[in-house]
């Protein structure tokens, strides 16, 4: 991954809003959220649907570029009706932070969105079983920033009943994270938390992805994004710290160095270097 990583591939927090109810737009905006997904797919209904890109459509002019770039456009997946038209209106929407195809299962089928669209870049869901076995090589399709697992749906097609603590899909989990490693792209985005009240719940699932590896969690309130941008962010305590190494290791030369009793070397100062710019992703769009 390139240094100019941009806003996105360092969003901690992904809120959903439904495609048709774009006038929550300015409070989702104001959430906190890193990043916000203007949903054509769950989130709307099948009526409702061709309105939706209409009334986006319409919307799109009206948007500055800071806030289109904090946008993300997910769009049914290729098996269904609705994909031709979603991805036709992505000719309409310049500047648009990235794309969320539902549902991918393979390369070919984000190829054909990169073939039609070459200079989007993409955030596919990975959702069944078919998309986990193809997992790397869907890491690697060009244009593809980061991985969002869409664990409700996993669980869905595989028939599974985890319990709140999902141990169940661990090994899922590492997966993302190895996966896009290999392939040198941003950490992947892990699922929701369906609980809106259980305050414990959402620290819990939080906790368990940074703890896995993931950089961030997709939201469905704006009363989440507070809880996923503190617990996943750095700590005051790290910030600090990886200040005080930074400023340490400029006057040292080549090499590891001793610093308040700990060994420091490359990959010390690399973790250093990482709290630092996650700081507020808004800041490195």
Do not use: Y
Request: hydrophobic share 50%.
């Amino acid at each position: 991954m390139s240094a100019d990583v941009g806003a996105l591939a360092l969003a901690r927090s992904f809120l959903f809003l439904p495609a048709d109810r774009l006038d929550r737009l300015p409070k989702g905006l104001a959430s906190g959220a890193h990043a916000l997904i203007l949903d054509l797919e769950d989130a709307v209904a099948p009526d409702h649907k061709a309105g939706a890109r209409d009334a986006l459509v319409r919307l799109w002019p009206t948007l500055n570029a800071r806030i289109r770039s904090r946008l993300l456009l997910r769009i049914n997946a290729s098996s269904t009706t609705w994909h031709a038209d979603d991805a036709a209106v992505l000719s309409e929407l310049q500047g648009l932070g990235a794309v969320m195809p539902a549902k991918v299962e393979a390369p070919a089928d984000l190829l054909r969105l990169f073939a039609a669209f070459p200079a989007r870049r993409w955030l596919p869901l990975i959702e069944s079983a078919e998309g986990l076995a193809q997992i790397d090589a869907i890491a690697r399709v060009p244009g593809v920033m980061r991985l969002a697992f869409g664990h409700l749906d996993f669980q869905a097609d595989l028939g599974m009943a985890c319990d709140s603590d999902e141990a169940e899909l661990a090994p899922v989990r590492f997966a993302f994270v190895m996966a896009s490693r290999r392939a040198g792209i941003a950490t992947p985005v892990d699922g929701v938390t369906t609980a809106l009240q259980d305050n414990e719940r959402l620290n819990a699932d939080a906790r368990r992805a940074r703890r896995f590896g993931f950089g961030a969690r997709l939201c469905i309130h704006p009363a989440q994004v507070a809880a996923v941008n503190a617990t996943l962010g750095p700590s005051d305590e790290q910030r600090a710290w990886a200040l005080r190494v930074l400023a340490a290791a400029a006057t040292q030369g080549d090499g590891a160095f001793r610093f308040e009793g700990a060994m420091v070397d490359a990959p010390v100062l690399a973790r250093a270097r990482r709290f630092v710019q996650d700081t507020n992703p808004q800041e490195n769009a």
